[in-house]
C-alpha cells in the first residue's frame, strides 16, 4: 500500500494511495519530453484570477519568464557578490542578542522573533534595497507582521480554492473582516511604494532585483513589468523569510537537545576558524558536520511540511512510481511524511546527522536521502535554495561561536508544533556569550592593593599541537590503544608561570580560589585580586556545574582561571552540592562511589564488587559531556578564543583544584592548585597524553607538568586518606579512593610542625590562608641558579605521589629550578 499523503483531507479528485511515501521526482521534477505538472489550482488558485503574474502562482508561460529574470540573482556567484549585504545583518543579529544578554531578561531571547528579524531584514535588503529594520528595533515591522496576518488568512483562501462557491465567498468576505482587509490593503500599497524607491535609486548595486530593474529600463518587452516585479519582491519576502527562520530555529533546536553532537558542531566551528570574519559563505561549505546537521534539521522540521499538490491534465494519463494516474487528479508527496518514514529511514524520529556524512554509519547507509526535499525538485523548485542554504551555514556557525545557549523550559516541545508559520511559536532560550562560559557580565575592576604575582620561567612537558580537536583525538586514541604518542609529539617549552616560591603569589592565588565561593564578585568574604590581577568576571553560577571566575591583567596578557571546589554543606556553600558529589564519586572513587558504604551516592554502574570496577566501563562514563572535566575544557577554549595570544594560568581548590590540575595537564598550563584531591586516578582514566618515557596509567610518575599542588598534612583529603568505613568523607557519601597527585606537591608540615590532627575541618580554603598560608609561609629562598632551598622555608617538600604510601624516607635533591625536583626523590611525610 503506497501513500502519497497522510494529513491532507481526501477528496473524490484527489489520488488517495499511490506511490512510496517518497518524495517523486516524477511529480515534481524535470521530465524528459514531457510537460511538467501543472501546480494544482485548487490549492494554490487559478492562475488568471491573479490581478498580476506573481512566481508562485502565475501561469507556465509568464513562470518561464519570470523565473528567468528572477533567477540571476540567486546563482552562487551572484549570492557571493551579495555577500556584504547579508554579512552585514548577521553581524547585527550577533551584536543585537549579544546586548540581550546584560538586557533586562539577562539572555533570555525568543530565537523564532529574532531569526525571523533577520530572514526579512535580508531578503528587504536583497529584494528591495533598504532592510525593514527589524534587527535594529528588535520588533517585527508593521508590513510584517501583516504578512503574517495574511498567511493566517491564506490557510482560509487555500481551503476557498478547493470548494469554488464558498471560495468565492471566502474571497471577497475577507475584505470586509477587519484585519485581514487593512492588512490586505497595506501589503500591497507598501510593496508597491518600496518597489518604486527602489527603482528610483540609480545605483550599481548588485542585488537579486538589479537585473529584473536593468531589463526593465532597457523597456525590454519580454522583461517583468513594474507590477509583476512588485509582485516578485512581496513573494520574496513571503517565501524567503519564515521558512528560513524556521530552518534555522530547528537546527538550533535539534543540536541543543542533544549536548554530544551539539559539542561536535561546536568543535567544527571553533578549529575550522580563528576569528568570527573568517566565518563566509565560501569557509562555511567545509563544515561538514555543521552542514550535515542542518541536512538532518531539514529532514526533521522540513519548513514546508505540507504536500504540494499538482494536478494532472484534464486530458493526460500520468505514469507515477509505475501507477497509472488519470486526469484531473491531485497528487503530491507530503514532505513530513516522507521525511519521518521509517521505509526510508532508520530511527526516523531521532536527530542523527552522521546519516549525511560521507561515508555514514553502517547502521544509516541504506537512507534514502533523496526522499528528503526540503526545496522541492525541477521547474517549480525554490529560488532561494542557494540563498537558504548561506544563510543556515553562516547564521548557525556565527550562533555557535558566539554562544551558549540553553532551551528554557517553554521550548522543550518546540518540534511538536503543527503549523507552518512560525510567527506565534516561541523558542525562548538563555544566552550566554562563549567568550566568557556564562560569565555575568560584571567585570568589576577591582580596587587595587598591594598585592603582586611573582613570575617565573616554568619547564613543561606539553604537547606541540595543543588544539583542542587534536587533544581529543590524542586521549581517544591513548583510551583505546593504550599507546602512547611519538617522541615529536611533545616538546618541553619554557614559558612564563606564577612562582609558588613567593608567599605573596601563593597567597593571591589561594584567595583567588577563595573567591570561587561566592558568586558576586565584591561582596561577603571577597577577596580584593589586586596588583597585576584586577580584572574579574564568574562563570557558571547560573547552573549547578562548574564554578569559578576568571581574572585578567590590563593588559589581558595573562589570564587566570579559578575553579571552585566541592559545596557538601560540610565545607562550603551549598547549590551545586548535588552535582559535586557525583563529580567527586565518579572522578575519584575506584568504582562509581557505590562499593562500600550506603552513604555513597552511585554515579554510574561499573561497579562489579566493593572494591572493583569495569574499567573500560568507567572511562566511558568519564567521557560523558556534561561532566566538569569536560565542562573545564570547554571553559578553556572559550577563554583561548577570546584572548588568544593570552597565557593562562588555572587555580582552584579541592574538586576544583583537582579540575584545574588535569586541565593543566591536558593543555600544559601553569597550574596552581590548593588541596586538591588527588587527581591521578582520573588522569590515567580520562587517557591524558603522556611524554615519552612515562607510563599513561601511573600519571603521578610525570616531571615537569607546570601542575603545582599546594597543602597540608592535616587536610585528609589533599592527603588522599579520607577513605575507609570511618573516615568523615565516607560518612558525607564521599568515595575518594584517589590517592596520588600528578605534579609537584607543596606541602606544609602542619602535622609535624603545628601538632595539628588529621581533620576535614583544616580542608576549608579560607582556614588554610589564615592558618597555613599566612602563618606559615616564609619566601622561599631561590639562589641564582634558582636551586630550590627548603631548608628555609615552611614548606616540608615537594614529593611525587607514587611514593605516597612508602614509608618515612626523604632526599633533597634539586634539579635547576624549584619545580622539577625529582618526584621520587621527595619528602615523605608521615601522618
Ligand atoms: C529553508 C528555507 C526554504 C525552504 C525550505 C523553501 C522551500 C520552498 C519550496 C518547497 C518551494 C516550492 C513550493 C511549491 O512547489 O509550491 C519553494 C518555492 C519558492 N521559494 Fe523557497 N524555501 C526556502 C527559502 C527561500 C528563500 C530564502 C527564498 C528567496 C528569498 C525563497 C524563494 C522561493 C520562491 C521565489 C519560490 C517559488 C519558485 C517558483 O515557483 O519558481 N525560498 N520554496
Same mark, same amino acid.
Given at each position: 500500500m503506497h501513500l502519497f499523503h497522510l494529513s491532507t483531507r481526501v477528496n473524490e479528485r484527489t489520488l488517495p494511495l499511490v506511490g512510496l511515501l517518497t518524495y517523486r521526482s516524477d511529480i515534481y521534477g524535470i521530465r524528459a519530453n514531457k510537460k511538467q505538472i501543472p501546480k494544482d489550482p485548487k490549492f494554490y488558485g487559478e492562475p488568471d484570477s491573479f490581478p498580476v503574474a506573481n512566481i508562485i502562482e502565475c501561469s507556465e508561460t509568464d513562470h518561464a519568464r519570470i523565473r528567468r529574470h528572477l533567477s540571476y540573482g540567486f546563482s552562487e556567484s551572484a549570492l557571493y557578490a551579495q555577500e556584504p549585504y547579508l554579512t552585514k545583518y548577521f553581524e547585527l543579529l550577533i551584536s543585537r542578542l549579544t546586548e540581550q544578554i546584560a538586557g533586562p531578561q539577562n539572555g533570555v531571547v525568543d530565537l523564532v522573533r529574532w531569526y525571523n528579524f533577520l530572514t526579512f531584514d535580508n531578503i528587504g535588503e536583497l529584494s528591495f534595497g533598504e532592510p525593514f529594520d527589524a534587527l535594529a528595533n528588535g520588533d517585527y515591522h508593521y508590513w510584517i507582521n501583516n504578512i503574517s496576518t495574511l498567511l493566517k488568512f491564506g490557510r482560509i483562501q487555500a481551503f476557498g480554492h478547493r470548494y469554488p462557491i464558498l471560495g468565492s465567498i471566502i474571497k471577497y468576505g475577507m475584505f470586509f473582516v477587519p484585519g485581514f482587509g487593512k492588512a490586505a490593503m497595506e501589503h500591497v500599497e507598501y510593496g508597491q511604494k518600496k518597489t518604486a524607491k527602489r527603482i528610483g535609486l540609480q545605483t550599481d548595486r548588485n542585488d537579486i532585483m538589479s537585473y529584473p530593474f536593468q531589463v526593465l529600463r532597457h523597456n525590454n518587452s519580454n522583461g517583468m513589468t513594474t507590477a509583476e516585479i512588485t509582485a516578485a519582491g512581496t513573494a520574496l519576502i513571503l517565501a524567503g523569510s519564515e521558512t528560513t527562520a524556521g530552518a534555522l530555529c530547528a537546527a538550533t533546536f535539534l543540536l541543543l537537545s542533544d549536548p554530544d553532537r551539539m559539542r561536535r558542531a561546536r568543535d567544527e566551528v571553533d578549529t575550522a576558524f580563528g576569528s568570527e570574519t573568517e566565518i563566509t559563505l565560501k569557509s562555511t561549505l567545509g563544515l561538514k558536520y555543521l552542514l550535515a546537521a542542518i541536512e538532518e534539521s531539514l529532514r526533521m522540521y522540513p519548513p514546508v511540511p505540507v504536500r504540494l499538490p499538482r494536478r494532472t491534465r484534464p486530458d493526460s494519463v500520468e505514469i507515477i512510481d509505475g501507477h497509472v494516474v488519470p486526469g484531473g487528479m491531485s497528487i503530491g508527496t507530503h514532505q513530513w511524511s516522507s521525511n519521518r518514514s521509517p521505509r526510508n529511514f532508520t530511527d526516523p524520529d531521532s536527530f542523527i546527522p552522521e546519516r549525511w556524512l560521507k561515508p555514514p554509519p553502517d547502521r544509516y547507509v541504506d537512507d534514502d536521502l533523496s526522499a528528503v526535499q526540503p526545496f522541492s525538485q525541477g521547474p517549480r523548485n525554490c529560488l532561494g535554495r542557494n540563498l537558504a542554504y548561506a544563510e543556515l551555514r553562516c547564521v548557525m556557525a556565527r550562533m555557535l561561536w558566539n554562544f551558549d545557549m540553553v532551551l528554557c523550559e517553554q521550548s522543550r516541545d518546540w518540534m511538536q508544533q503543527d503549523v507552518v508559520t512560525l510567527s506565534p511559536f516561541y523558542l525562548p532560550m538563555y544566552l550566554t556569550e562563549v567568550a566568557t562560559v556564562g560569565l555575568m557580565g560584571n567585570n568589576n575592576l577591582l580596587s587595587v592593593t598591594s598585592i603582586t604575582v611573582v613570575y617565573i620561567k616554568t619547564r613543561i612537558f606539553m604537547l606541540v599541537d595543543r588544539r583542542r580537536s587534536?587533544?581529543?583525538?590524542?586521549?581517544?586514541?591513548?583510551?583505546?590503544?593504550?599507546?602512547?604518542?611519538?617522541?615529536?609529539?611533545?616538546?618541553?617549552?619554557?614559558?612564563?608561570?606564577?612562582?609558588?616560591?613567593?608567599?605573596?603569589?601563593?597567597?593571591?592565588?589561594?584567595?583567588?580560589?577563595?573567591?570561587?565561593?561566592?558568586?558576586?564578585?565584591?561582596?561577603?568574604?571577597?577577596?580584593?585580586?589586586?596588583?597585576?590581577?584586577?580584572?574579574?568576571? +564568574?562563570? &557558571?553560577?547560573?547552573?549547578?556545574? *562548574?564554578? %569559578?571566575?576568571?581574572?585578567?591583567?590590563? !593588559?589581558?596578557?595573562?589570564?587566570? $582561571?579559578?575553579?571552585?571546589?566541592?559545596?557538601?554543606?560540610?565545607?562550603?556553600?551549598?547549590?551545586?552540592?548535588?552535582?559535586?558529589?557525583?563529580?567527586?564519586?565518579?572522578?575519584?572513587?575506584?568504582?562509581?562511589?557505590?562499593?562500600?558504604?550506603?552513604?555513597?551516592?552511585?554515579?554510574?554502574?561499573?561497579?562489579?564488587?566493593?572494591?572493583?570496577?569495569?574499567?573500560?566501563?568507567?572511562?566511558?562514563?568519564?567521557?560523558?559531556?556534561?561532566?566538569?572535566?569536560?565542562?573545564?575544557?570547554?571553559?578553556?577554549?572559550?577563554?583561548?578564543?577570546?584572548?588568544?595570544?593570552?597565557?593562562?594560568?588555572?587555580?582552584?581548590? +579541592?574538586? &576544583?583544584?583537582?579540575?584545574?590540575? *588535569?586541565? %593543566?595537564?591536558?593543555?600544559?598550563?601553569? !597550574?596552581?592548585?590548593?588541596?586538591? $584531591?588527588?587527581?591521578?586516578?582520573?588522569?590515567?582514566?580520562?587517557?591524558?597524553?603522556?611524554?615519552?618515557?612515562?607510563?599513561?596509567?601511573?600519571?603521578?610518575?610525570?616531571?615537569?607538568?607546570?601542575?603545582?599542588?599546594?597543602?597540608?598534612?592535616?587536610?585528609?583529603?589533599?592527603?588522599?586518606?579520607?577513605?575507609?568505613?570511618?573516615?568523615?568523607?565516607?560518612?558525607?557519601?564521599?568515595?575518594?579512593?584517589?590517592?596520588?597527585?600528578?605534579?609537584?606537591?607543596?606541602?606544609?608540615?602542619?602535622?609535624?610542625?603545628?601538632?595539628?590532627?588529621?581533620?576535614?575541618?583544616?580542608?576549608?580554603?579560607?582556614?588554610?590562608? +589564615?592558618d597555613v598560608i599566612e602563618a606559615h609561609h616564609v619566601d622561599i629562598n631561590i639562589s641564582n641558579d634558582q636551586n630550590f632551598n627548603v631548608r628555609n622555608t615552611r614548606l616540608v617538600g615537594m614529593f611525587g605521589q607514587n611514593n605516597h604510601h612508602d614509608g618515612h624516607h626523604f632526599l633533597y635533591e634539586y634539579n635547576e629550578y624549584i619545580y622539577y625536583i625529582y618526584l621520587q626523590d621527595a619528602r615523605m611525610v608521615w601522618m
Amino acid at each position: 500500500m503506497h501513500l502519497f499523503h497522510l494529513s491532507t483531507r481526501v477528496n473524490e479528485r484527489t489520488l488517495p494511495l499511490v506511490g512510496l511515501l517518497t518524495y517523486r521526482s516524477d511529480i515534481y521534477g524535470i521530465r524528459a519530453n514531457k510537460k511538467q505538472i501543472p501546480k494544482d489550482p485548487k490549492f494554490y488558485g487559478e492562475p488568471d484570477s491573479f490581478p498580476v503574474a506573481n512566481i508562485i502562482e502565475c501561469s507556465e508561460t509568464d513562470h518561464a519568464r519570470i523565473r528567468r529574470h528572477l533567477s540571476y540573482g540567486f546563482s552562487e556567484s551572484a549570492l557571493y557578490a551579495q555577500e556584504p549585504y547579508l554579512t552585514k545583518y548577521f553581524e547585527l543579529l550577533i551584536s543585537r542578542l549579544t546586548e540581550q544578554i546584560a538586557g533586562p531578561q539577562n539572555g533570555v531571547v525568543d530565537l523564532v522573533r529574532w531569526y525571523n528579524f533577520l530572514t526579512f531584514d535580508n531578503i528587504g535588503e536583497l529584494s528591495f534595497g533598504e532592510p525593514f529594520d527589524a534587527l535594529a528595533n528588535g520588533d517585527y515591522h508593521y508590513w510584517i507582521n501583516n504578512i503574517s496576518t495574511l498567511l493566517k488568512f491564506g490557510r482560509i483562501q487555500a481551503f476557498g480554492h478547493r470548494y469554488p462557491i464558498l471560495g468565492s465567498i471566502i474571497k471577497y468576505g475577507m475584505f470586509f473582516v477587519p484585519g485581514f482587509g487593512k492588512a490586505a490593503m497595506e501589503h500591497v500599497e507598501y510593496g508597491q511604494k518600496k518597489t518604486a524607491k527602489r527603482i528610483g535609486l540609480q545605483t550599481d548595486r548588485n542585488d537579486i532585483m538589479s537585473y529584473p530593474f536593468q531589463v526593465l529600463r532597457h523597456n525590454n518587452s519580454n522583461g517583468m513589468t513594474t507590477a509583476e516585479i512588485t509582485a516578485a519582491g512581496t513573494a520574496l519576502i513571503l517565501a524567503g523569510s519564515e521558512t528560513t527562520a524556521g530552518a534555522l530555529c530547528a537546527a538550533t533546536f535539534l543540536l541543543l537537545s542533544d549536548p554530544d553532537r551539539m559539542r561536535r558542531a561546536r568543535d567544527e566551528v571553533d578549529t575550522a576558524f580563528g576569528s568570527e570574519t573568517e566565518i563566509t559563505l565560501k569557509s562555511t561549505l567545509g563544515l561538514k558536520y555543521l552542514l550535515a546537521a542542518i541536512e538532518e534539521s531539514l529532514r526533521m522540521y522540513p519548513p514546508v511540511p505540507v504536500r504540494l499538490p499538482r494536478r494532472t491534465r484534464p486530458d493526460s494519463v500520468e505514469i507515477i512510481d509505475g501507477h497509472v494516474v488519470p486526469g484531473g487528479m491531485s497528487i503530491g508527496t507530503h514532505q513530513w511524511s516522507s521525511n519521518r518514514s521509517p521505509r526510508n529511514f532508520t530511527d526516523p524520529d531521532s536527530f542523527i546527522p552522521e546519516r549525511w556524512l560521507k561515508p555514514p554509519p553502517d547502521r544509516y547507509v541504506d537512507d534514502d536521502l533523496s526522499a528528503v526535499q526540503p526545496f522541492s525538485q525541477g521547474p517549480r523548485n525554490c529560488l532561494g535554495r542557494n540563498l537558504a542554504y548561506a544563510e543556515l551555514r553562516c547564521v548557525m556557525a556565527r550562533m555557535l561561536w558566539n554562544f551558549d545557549m540553553v532551551l528554557c523550559e517553554q521550548s522543550r516541545d518546540w518540534m511538536q508544533q503543527d503549523v507552518v508559520t512560525l510567527s506565534p511559536f516561541y523558542l525562548p532560550m538563555y544566552l550566554t556569550e562563549v567568550a566568557t562560559v556564562g560569565l555575568m557580565g560584571n567585570n568589576n575592576l577591582l580596587s587595587v592593593t598591594s598585592i603582586t604575582v611573582v613570575y617565573i620561567k616554568t619547564r613543561i612537558f606539553m604537547l606541540v599541537d595543543r588544539r583542542r580537536s587534536a587533544i581529543e583525538n590524542y586521549r581517544a586514541y591513548t583510551r583505546s590503544s593504550g599507546g602512547t604518542l611519538p617522541d615529536d609529539a611533545w616538546i618541553m617549552d619554557e614559558i612564563d608561570g606564577p612562582d609558588v616560591s613567593d608567599k605573596e603569589t601563593v597567597l593571591t592565588f589561594a584567595k583567588m580560589t577563595a573567591n570561587d565561593y561566592i558568586a558576586e564578585p565584591g561582596t561577603g568574604d571577597w577577596n580584593q585580586i589586586s596588583g597585576r590581577f584586577n580584572w574579574s568576571a +564568574s562563570f &557558571g553560577w547560573l547552573g549547578d556545574g *562548574l564554578r %569559578g571566575h576568571i581574572y585578567a591583567d590590563e !593588559t589581558n596578557s595573562t589570564i587566570i $582561571i579559578s575553579l571552585k571546589g566541592t559545596s557538601p554543606a560540610l565545607f562550603d556553600g551549598a547549590e551545586t552540592t548535588t552535582n559535586d558529589k557525583l563529580n567527586d564519586n565518579l572522578y575519584f572513587s575506584c568504582c562509581c562511589g557505590q562499593g562500600g558504604s550506603y552513604l555513597w551516592r552511585q554515579v554510574c554502574d561499573c561497579s562489579t564488587g566493593v572494591y572493583t570496577a569495569n574499567e573500560t566501563c568507567i572511562t566511558e562514563e568519564l567521557h560523558n559531556k556534561d561532566r566538569y572535566y569536560e565542562s573545564a575544557i570547554d571553559l578553556y577554549t572559550n577563554v583561548t578564543k577570546v584572548y588568544p595570544n593570552a597565557d593562562v594560568w588555572l587555580t582552584g581548590h +579541592s574538586l &576544583g583544584g583537582a579540575m584545574s590540575a *588535569l586541565l %593543566g595537564l591536558t593543555f600544559g598550563l601553569p !597550574t596552581v592548585a590548593f588541596q586538591a $584531591i588527588p587527581d591521578a586516578l582520573p588522569a590515567a582514566r580520562l587517557g591524558l597524553p603522556t611524554p615519552p618515557g612515562y607510563n599513561g596509567l601511573l600519571p603521578q610518575t610525570r616531571k615537569n607538568t607546570g601542575i603545582f599542588h599546594i597543602g597540608h598534612t592535616a587536610d585528609p583529603i589533599y592527603m588522599g586518606a579520607c577513605n575507609g568505613v570511618g573516615s568523615t568523607c565516607t560518612w558525607a557519601g564521599y568515595a575518594f579512593e584517589s590517592a596520588c597527585h600528578v605534579g609537584e606537591m607543596c606541602v606544609y608540615d602542619t602535622v609535624g610542625d603545628k601538632g595539628w590532627r588529621m581533620s576535614i575541618g583544616t580542608h576549608r580554603i579560607n582556614n588554610v590562608i +589564615s592558618d597555613v598560608i599566612e602563618a606559615h609561609h616564609v619566601d622561599i629562598n631561590i639562589s641564582n641558579d634558582q636551586n630550590f632551598n627548603v631548608r628555609n622555608t615552611r614548606l616540608v617538600g615537594m614529593f611525587g605521589q607514587n611514593n605516597h604510601h612508602d614509608g618515612h624516607h626523604f632526599l633533597y635533591e634539586y634539579n635547576e629550578y624549584i619545580y622539577y625536583i625529582y618526584l621520587q626523590d621527595a619528602r615523605m611525610v608521615w601522618m
